[in-house]
């Protein structure tokens, strides 16, 4: 019945390795299209042998994929690709742990998406968890350096950056579940390894052909950074196929705020690995976060 916790954890630990990964790739050698492109073109491959390989062991053949499964399939994958790109640039604006905590800002919006796309329901203690984690987003919103009231910064880069990228990731994650349950009675593990098969080879022309037309060269760079973009493809995969799974087994919503474990995770990686400064202000923001996360858990 609570498969989806576990999974859900996997998920946001194989995503912060990802995004310090990509957060590396951007800040030395590519664009932040070209670090969301490594994402998608190295783990594709990984994902799409995986699916046919479990076809071929199972004797099995892909289930019909219907105008509806396309739609949200689409839906979600462009959301993804520009959330992305939010994210990394972002890592250009503040550090590490603060601009996953911004990012993360999804979860509360996933809920309103959900409801009004899917019907899926929040509980009374879901809504509380909400304003909680919006007082944890105007704290946040002044960056350390600034000064001012708080409401004056709402509207600079990196707010704008980590928002955009919330509203973006929850249409994404409420698509993804969209998708998967337009696959019927299948069990949840082939669904999520359709679904993503799916999305991630439309992500990857998508990708392809912007690249091509607007960043000239980019997708050379990418190639030449491949000792270091597999590992975002591999490391993306792993993520994703937890993400699509615990979709199917559970509220976005809900399997996003046990995802929010990755607050602590970035944090470990801001201080540990980048050797970046976290600062009171900072911690509260991501303290009240967290609070509601818990809010949000302890509503199920």
Not at 31 to 53: K, W
Not at 95 to 107: L, P, Q
Not at 239 to 248: K, Q, R
Request: proline fraction near 3%; charge should be positive.
């Amino acid at each position: 019945m609570f498969a989806w916790i576990p999974v859900s954890i996997a998920a946001a630990s194989f995503q912060t390795v990802r995004f310090m990964l990509q957060k590396v790739l951007s800040s030395v050698t590519l664009s932040p299209g070209g670090a969301t492109f490594a994402r998608f073109v190295y783990s594709a491959p990984f994902i799409l042998a995986g699916l046919a390989a479990y076809l071929m062991v199972s004797g099995r053949s892909l289930p019909e994929l219907g105008a509806k499964f396309w739609m949200f399939a689409a839906i979600g994958g462009t959301a993804q690709i520009l959330a992305t790109v939010c994210v990394v640039a972002l890592f250009k604006q503040r550090n590490f742990a603060v601009g996953i905590t911004f990012k993360k800002t999804e979860v509360i919006q996933t809920a309103i998406v959900g409801l009004a796309v899917l019907g899926d329901p929040v509980s009374l203690g879901g809504w509380a968890a909400i304003l909680i984690g919006l007082t944890a987003v105007l704290v946040l919103s002044k960056t350390p350096d600034t000064a001012g009231p708080w409401w004056r910064h709402l509207t600079n880069r990196a707010s704008q950056l980590g928002l955009g990228s919330g509203v973006l990731f929850a249409f994404s994650a409420v698509s993804y579940r969209g998708a998967s349950l337009q696959l019927g009675e299948l069990e949840p593990m082939f669904r999520a390894g359709v679904t993503l098969a799916a999305v991630v080879s439309l992500q990857t022309l998508f990708m392809l052909v912007w690249l091509g037309l607007r960043e000239k060269g980019e997708i050379a760079r990418v190639w030449q950074a491949r000792k270091v973009a597999v590992w975002v493809g591999l490391t993306s995969m792993g993520g994703s196929f937890c993400w699509f799974w615990a979709f199917t087994l559970q509220n976005a919503a809900y399997v996003k705020a046990v995802g929010q474990v990755e607050l602590l995770l970035s944090l470990l990686a801001s201080v540990l690995f980048f050797k970046e400064n976290v600062t009171g202000r900072e911690l509260a923001g991501m303290g009240l976060l967290v609070v509601s996360i818990l809010v949000l858990v302890l509503a199920l």
